[in-house]
């Protein structure tokens, strides 16, 4: 399939997705979000979207049933954060919210800094009340994160992070180290290092677009970070996940007023040069 022809069959689920919300009266409103939103959609995007129902049919309100109206479902569940995804039957992924129309609505704003859509009006595919509208237009504008708390929190973090995966080093638990590098600690650098070069817009997913976003010498260190999940390989993959993020957090101190731990670093840094 071609990335025109996918990106008109993700157009064509949105825009039976928006009439079938319009049949539905038990619906008050309807939010895309994702990589439709921010005009960033290809062959292998997602629909993504926050169906807010009346507060009162939300107990009899069938979402896989309602979902499969827009095409057949291959798998239907509701997942680890409580949404419901599922497969179409062309592979296309679907993520949808099933929220309470009241109190949701009103929570939107409060996504500012978190969720950017540059076309809300765009992204409202039904708005029966004009709320939803309202609520959207207030994230038009994007919102970097606040640079010194985020860089303090981040160094702290990646502080914090480190020194558990030293002791789960030493303790030789190489999978969990392993995994602790890779999934709590690269994405809290990616942040870090996005934070710095002022590429904050794939804030919430850092590795997105890592390759167009970051410069190659940010790409390079990243990539000394990963390891496949042998002994020594995490070990040395551990040991420059570390200068890293010390190098990174030298810079944000160097820019912003943040405090470095100096002593602690260095007691990190022995532990991962020593662990036994």
């Known amino acids: 399939m071609s990335v025109h022809s996918a990106r008109s069959a993700l157009d064509d689920r949105i825009a039976r997705l928006r009439q079938l919300a319009h049949a539905d009266a038990r619906l008050e409103g309807v939010l895309l979000y994702g990589s439709w939103t921010v005009g960033e959609a290809d062959a292998h995007s997602d629909i993504e979207a926050y169906l807010y129902i009346q507060d009162d049919h939300l107990a009899d309100f069938d979402g896989p049933g309602f979902l499969a109206q827009l095409a057949p479902l291959k798998l239907s569940y509701t997942n680890m954060y409580g949404i419901l995804a599922v497969v179409f039957d062309d592979l296309m992924r679907g993520e949808f919210h099933l929220t309470p129309?009241?109190?949701?609505?009103?929570?939107?704003?409060?996504?500012?800094?978190?969720?950017?859509?540059?076309?809300?009006?765009?992204?409202?595919?039904?708005?029966?009340?004009?709320?939803?509208?309202?609520?959207?237009?207030?994230?038009?504008?994007?919102?970097?994160?606040?640079?010194?708390?985020?860089?303090?929190?981040?160094t702290d973090e990646l502080t914090n992070?480190?020194?558990?995966?030293?002791?789960?080093?030493?303790?030789?638990?190489?999978?969990?180290?392993h995994a602790l590098l890779h999934t709590v600690i690269a994405?809290?650098?990616?942040?870090?290092?996005?934070?710095?070069?002022?590429?904050?817009?794939?804030?919430?997913?850092?590795?997105?677009?890592?390759?167009?976003?970051?410069?190659?010498?940010?790409?390079?260190?990243?990539?000394?970070?990963?390891?496949?999940?042998?002994?020594?390989?995490?070990?040395?993959?551990?040991?420059?996940?570390?200068?890293?993020?010390?190098?990174?957090?030298?810079?944000?101190?160097?820019?912003?007023?943040?405090?470095?731990?100096?002593?602690?670093?260095?007691?990190?840094?022995?532990?991962?040069?020593?662990?036994?």
């Open 101 to 154: 129309a009241g109190p949701g609505i009103d929570e939107v704003p409060t996504w500012q800094g978190m969720v950017h859509l540059p076309r809300p009006d765009d992204a409202v595919l039904l708005d029966r009340t004009g709320r939803l509208t309202q609520a959207a237009r207030q994230l038009a504008t994007f919102q970097p994160p606040e640079p010194v708390t985020t860089a303090q929190q981040l």
């Open 161 to 177: 992070w480190t020194l558990m995966l030293a002791h789960v080093l030493a303790r030789g638990e190489i999978a969990r180290a």
């Open 187 to 276: 994405p809290q650098q990616l942040q870090l290092c996005r934070l710095l070069r002022n590429t904050t817009a794939h804030w919430l997913t850092p590795s997105r677009a890592l390759e167009q976003d970051l410069p190659d010498t940010d790409r390079h260190r990243y990539t000394s970070t990963t390891a496949t999940a042998r002994d020594q390989d995490v070990r040395t993959a551990a040991r420059s996940s570390w200068r890293w993020s010390r190098d990174l957090a030298a810079e944000a101190a160097d820019r912003w007023t943040i405090h470095l731990p100096h002593e602690l670093h260095e007691q990190i840094s022995n532990r991962l040069n020593n662990p036994r």
